[in-house]
T-cell receptor, first 114, second 112 residues
C-alpha cells in the first residue's frame, strides 16, 4: 500500500470553529489532492498542490484553504466550519508524469459539523 | 469545465455475467484516465490507468478502453464475482492543470 495517512479519521466539531485535516505521505510524490465525497455528488476536488508552496483551487474551494510547507504534508483548513461541510474528506497523491503513476488515496476523514 | 458522467449509476447482475461500465467526459484535453474501485467506508483503489495515447489496458479480468476523441471510456469486467461488488469510479487527469476530475460512480452488486 502507498504510504499515505490522513488524520484524524473521525472528527465532530461545532459550527464556527476552525478545523485542520492533515494528509501525510511517505512516497515523495509531487501532486497532492483534497476531495470531499457526498452522496449523489461523487468526489469533488477542493484544492490540489503541484509542489511545495504551489497550490490551486478545485471546483468546491469556497470555505477551505490549504497549505503545503513540505513535500510530505498537505493540510486542509476549514476556517469556520459550517454544517454544509459535513462530509467525508479524502486525500490523494500522484507522482510526476515521467513516472506515469496512478493516484493513491488515503482512508478518508469523516467530519461532522454540528 | 470538465464534466465526467458514469452510466449506469447502479447495476445488479448475477454471478458469472460479463458487464460493461461506461464513463464519458466533455473535454478531450486529458492526460490520462483512471478507473478506481471503492468499497463501503473505504478509500479508493486504483484499478487501471490509460494514457491519452493508449486505446486500452488490461489487468486480469478487467479491461479498460479509451476513445479520447469521442470522450468515452469503458470498463469491462469478465466473469463477474460477488467480490467485485463495489462502487467503480472513473477519473480524468487534465492535460494542462494536473486536476483529477471524478465521475459519480457506478454501484455494482454481483449476486451469488
Amino acid at each position: 500500500d502507498a504510504g499515505i495517512t490522513q488524520s484524524p479519521r473521525h472528527k465532530v466539531t461545532e459550527t464556527g470553529t476552525p478545523v485542520t485535516l492533515r494528509c501525510h505521505q511517505t512516497e515523495n510524490h509531487r501532486y497532492m489532492y483534497w476531495y470531499r465525497q457526498d452522496p449523489g455528488h461523487g468526489l469533488r476536488l477542493i484544492h490540489y498542490s503541484y509542489g511545495v508552496k504551489d497550490t490551486d483551487k478545485g471546483e468546491v474551494s469556497d470555505g477551505y484553504s490549504v497549505s503545503r510547507s513540505k513535500t510530505e504534508d498537505f493540510l486542509l483548513t476549514l476556517e469556520s466550519a459550517t454544517s454544509s461541510q459535513t462530509s467525508v474528506y479524502f486525500c490523494a497523491i500522484s507522482g510526476n508524469r515521467v513516472e506515469n503513476t496512478e493516484a493513491f488515496f488515503g482512508q478518508g476523514t469523516r467530519l461532522t459539523v454540528v | 469545465k470538465q464534466e465526467v458522467t458514469q452510466i449506469p449509476a447502479a447495476l445488479s447482475v448475477p454471478e458469472g455475467e460479463n458487464l460493461v461500465l461506461n464513463c464519458s467526459f466533455t473535454d478531450s484535453a486529458i492526460y490520462n484516465l483512471q478507473w478506481f474501485r471503492q468499497d463501503p467506508g473505504k478509500g479508493l483503489t486504483s484499478l487501471l490507468l490509460i494514457q491519452s495515447s493508449q486505446r486500452e489496458q488490461t489487468s486480469g479480468r478487467l479491461n479498460a478502453s479509451l476513445d479520447k476523441s469521442s470522450g468515452r471510456s469503458t470498463l469491462y469486467i469478465a466473469a463477474s464475482q460477488p467480490g467485485d461488488s463495489a462502487t467503480y469510479l472513473c477519473a480524468v487527469e487534465m492535460d494542462s492543470s494536473y486536476k483529477l476530475i471524478f465521475g459519480s460512480g457506478t454501484r455494482l452488486l454481483v449476486r451469488p
